[in-house]
């Protein structure tokens, strides 16, 4: 399906608000959208994808559910062109208003003025508005401003990479205004995340005066932070002699606290805030997040689709390790490359499983077949692409995930209810998916093991300890039907989404 023949809705009953995931991202988090509208057979829903560029993005990874009827893609840093320069002077009050919500971000975010000044000034970022998108690029008031704040903050030299910057940072917010004036009726508004998708979600609350809910899995401000620590493209202009090497540049924290700011007033707004498991919820609350409005619903999945699966695996542990998931560099493929060394020197037969897509970072994947070769496993290595997990899992001993960053991986879940153990870096909730949380959950015992991050020993030890000794895999396999089948089956999780729909309806009747 094109672009061009989306389908198209007047009105909808859950709008969904998701930044690069669904339906043209594959992963968990994709996963779990589609597996929420086709759990809600009875509801009408729709889709906003935000992207950063078309050329980013291929074609759909999912076939659209019956039931989702409306569809549209806006992509917030598309190349287009920039209206015509003209002089264009504000209203008087326009910069005044533009100071102080600056103001209140840096000095009082926890005003409660906050969130409702932005919005109002996300109201006014159109051309009938008192800053539009002119008035941004073109007045002189808007560079006065500039300027000043320059003078005031910025401890960067170059002016013009401080310039750039704010350009860069402030024209998403036209485009998603833009988005919210064309987007269907809808009864409930639902984000996936904080970040863009998130102000458009405050947007739309704020415009249609309907219910809004946002539903983290990792929390998006750290995972852009991971992202922004990373990054090549950001500047810093200091000479050597000007740069304290235990601070960030000026550039990386002024991205930093853009996307704090957003997941800030994001929380403001939501009237439920939901994440996948304890921790998150905790640093949702250190991050701003209302006590009373936050709620946890772990993923669940479709129990019956992989309970077969058990009968078809061998009476001893398959010698394959299988990281199920995108070649990606916050799934740390590497390390699991680089354990594999290990593995192999010990236990001959092993074999090191990658099923998951490398289109999304090309280079990366380039660079870890590379490595697979130098350390000479190019025979032990396996990138299979994109596979279909009841076939896969049956043929696995271990699921395993080396990354730096998770939140509840359903990949392990999926495993779990095949009967696989996993081994797992300790990263959101993999910790407690392995030895459960205190009581009846962690008496089941352990379904895996947990090692920190970027250790490939450890997780090589790991494996070993667990695909040598086939008592200890069979008592990990069974803990692991057991915990998934006691705590997160689908049906408990379609049933806490019903009531908080149901709930979201009533309060509008």
Request: aromatic share 10%; hydrophobic share 40%; proline share 7%.
């Amino acid at each position: 399906m094109s672009k061009s023949t989306l389908p198209r809705a007047d009105s909808v009953d859950v709008l969904l608000l998701l930044e690069g995931t669904f339906p043209f991202v594959a992963g968990g988090v994709s996963s779990w959208v589609n597996q929420i509208i086709r759990g809600f057979p009875e509801l009408r829903f729709g889709a906003i994808f935000l992207g950063s560029r078309p050329e980013d993005y291929g074609d759909m990874r999912y076939a659209l559910p019956d039931n989702l009827v409306h569809l549209e893609t806006a992509y917030l840093f598309e190349k287009q062109e920039n209206p015509p320069v003209m002089p264009v002077k504000p209203p008087a009050d326009t910069m005044p208003m533009v100071e102080r919500v600056h103001e209140m971000f840096e000095t009082d975010a926890k005003h409660p003025d906050c969130m409702r000044l932005f919005s109002g000034l996300m109201d006014e970022a159109g051309p009938d508005g008192k800053i539009s998108h002119e008035v941004f690029l073109y007045s002189k008031a808007a560079w006065d401003f500039i300027k000043k704040s320059y003078r005031r903050r910025s401890t960067d030299p170059s002016f013009v990479d401080y310039f750039w910057t704010i350009r860069n940072i402030h024209t998403p917010f036209w485009r998603l205004r833009a988005v919210a004036l064309r987007c269907p009726e809808a009864r409930i508004y639902h984000s996936v995340s904080t970040g863009y998708a998130g102000i458009l979600g405050v947007l739309l609350k704020h415009r249609n005066k309907k219910p809004f809910i946002l539903s983290e899995h990792g929390i998006y401000v750290k995972e852009r932070k991971i992202d922004l620590y990373q990054a090549q493209w950001l500047k810093d202009n200091r000479s050597v002699f000007e740069r304290d090497p235990s601070r960030v540049s000026y550039f990386r924290q002024l991205w930093i606290r853009f996307f704090e700011h957003l997941g800030y007033v994001t929380y403001q707004a939501a009237d439920d805030i939901l994440a996948l498991y304890e921790a998150n919820r905790q640093r949702q609350l250190l991050d701003g997040a209302p006590p009373e409005r936050t709620a946890n619903i772990p993923n669940g999945i479709d129990i019956a689709r992989f309970a077969p699966l058990r009968a078809l695996r061998p009476a001893t542990p398959p010698p394959i390790l299988c990281l199920i998931g995108r070649v990606v560099p916050i799934k740390d493929i590497k390390t699991f490359i680089r354990a594999m060394r290990t593995v192999a020197n010990h236990l001959p037969e092993a074999e090191a499983w990658i099923a998951g897509p490398e289109d999304e970072s090309p280079e990366y994947a380039r660079e870890c077949r590379e490595l697979a070769a130098q350390l000479g496993l190019g025979d032990k290595v396996k990138f299979l692409g994109f596979q279909q997990l009841t076939e896969l899992l049956p043929k696995v001993g271990l699921v395993v995930l080396s990354s730096i960053s998770e939140a509840l991986p359903l990949v392990i879940l999926e495993g779990y209810a095949a009967g696989v153990p996993t081994l797992a870096t300790d990263v959101g909730s993999c910790r407690q998916l392995v030895f459960g949380l205190p009581g009846e959950d962690e008496a089941l015992g352990a379904a895996g093991r947990v090692v920190r991050i970027a250790d490939p020993e450890a997780l090589a030890q790991a494996a070993l300890e667990l695909l040598t000794d086939p008592q200890e895999w069979q008592r990990a396999s069974a803990s692991a039907i057991q915990r998934v089948e006691k705590y997160y089956s689908q049906h408990m999780m379609f049933d806490r989404y019903r009531a908080l729909y149901e709930k979201n309806f009533q309060w509008q009747a």
